[in-house]
Nanobody
Framework: VNVVESWGGSVLIGVSLRLSCATS????????MGWYRQAPGNQCELVSM???????TYVRSVKGRFTISLDKAKSTMYLKMNDLKPEDTALYYC????????????????WGQGTQVVVSS
């Protein structure tokens, strides 16, 4: 099983990005998939989750701006991020099956290595 994030970048305020999480060995029919982020000096935060039944949740700060989705044919999860703000600057991780986490994201095989997003003026 493997997850690999990509398509982060350095962008200006208000610009959009779409993050990708390529997966292998994961069945979206049985696994919950999530995007998490960790900003410098901050604790790991669950940004958005899409459950195996297709239901989605978002942290309040991104509601209306971010959209999580799956492409089952490509075994890939996406996070479309619109109207990016400086407070969205973080290392973004994808993970499957709701792994436990403490202050830091990652650290086990349920997580990718992260993709950096920097939003500046």
């Amino acid at each position: 099983v493997n997850v690999v994030e990509s398509w982060g970048g350095s962008v200006l305020i208000g610009v959009s990005l779409r993050l990708s999480c390529a997966t292998s060995g994961i069945s979206f029919e049985y696994s919950d998939m999530g995007w998490y982020r960790q900003a410098p000096g901050n604790q790991c935060e669950l940004v958005s989750m899409i459950s195996h039944d297709g239901s989605t949740t978002y942290v309040r700060s991104v509601k209306g701006r971010f959209t999580i989705s799956l492409d089952k044919a490509k075994s890939t999860m996406y996070l479309k991020m619109n109207d990016l703000k400086p407070e969205d600057t973080a290392l973004y991780y994808c993970a499957y099956d709701r792994p436990a986490y403490g202050y830091a994201c990652g650290g086990t095989g349920y997580w990718g290595q992260g993709t950096q997003v920097v939003v500046s003026s």
